[in-house]
């Protein structure tokens, strides 16, 4: 029944899942209106078909004048091409768009990382307080898990050794919002976000 539920949620576009051979990126837009406001509707994307887009926050949310917003947006396309298409979202000022490019991987990779591709799991606790956890999964070998503060700056670079559980302290990291990449060679498998709490 829960695969049910999922796979209707799934079809009506509810729900955003990064499948294994979609190709995915982070991209970050600095604040357009360059004052304090409110994003108040969900996101998406213009080509709906090739594209779907999750946000870094739950809406709505508040973000300074200065803030940048960060969006990991996924092409399920598999013929190697470059696909563009354009981000947008409501705010209290306005409308805002955003160009984004990313080039498709092919079928034939796709089958491979369906089958064996790595995993990494969803963030637990979240919001952390003194570690967060993550479970990879699948063939690691020459994967490499980073975690990034919310604008973006690289905060350290794990060797993804193995399945299992990875802890990451993060008693000496601000309150805030981070996000974990687990990458392999120059493809980007998966973005998990979670928060820090004091």
């Known amino acids: 029944m829960k695969k049910l539920i999922l796979f209707v949620l799934l079809v009506l576009g509810v729900v955003n899942v990064a499948r294994a051979q979609d190709t995915c990126k982070v ?15 969900p996101m998406y994307v213009v080509d709906s078909v090739n594209f779907h887009i999750m946000s870094v926050k739950t809406l709505p949310y508040n973000i300074n004048a200065t803030d940048t917003i960060f969006f990991n947006v996924c092409l399920m396309a598999t013929d190697g091409k470059t696909h ?37 799991s969803t ?41 299992g559980t990875v802890e990451i302290p993060t008693a000496s990291l601000p309150a805030g919002v981070y996000y974990a990449r687990l990458t392999s060679g120059q493809r980007q498998i998966s973005v998990q976000y979670f928060t820090v709490t004091r």
Do not use: D, W
């Open 27 to 41: 991209f970050g837009q600095r604040n357009p209106h360059g004052v304090a406001m409110q994003i108040s509707a």
């Open 84 to 120: 563009s298409t354009q981000v947008r979202y409501n705010t209290t000022h306005g409308m805002v768009s955003y160009n984004v490019s990313l080039k498709a991987t092919t079928a034939g990779v796709s089958k491979e990382l369906l089958t064996c591709g790595p995993a990494l």
């Open 123 to 163: 963030p637990f606790p979240n919001p952390a307080g003194g570690i967060v956890k993550f479970e990879l999964s699948g063939e690691l070998h020459g994967a490499v898990l980073s975690l990034f503060s919310s604008n973006g700056s690289l905060i350290e670079n794990l060797p993804a050794i193995g399945a």
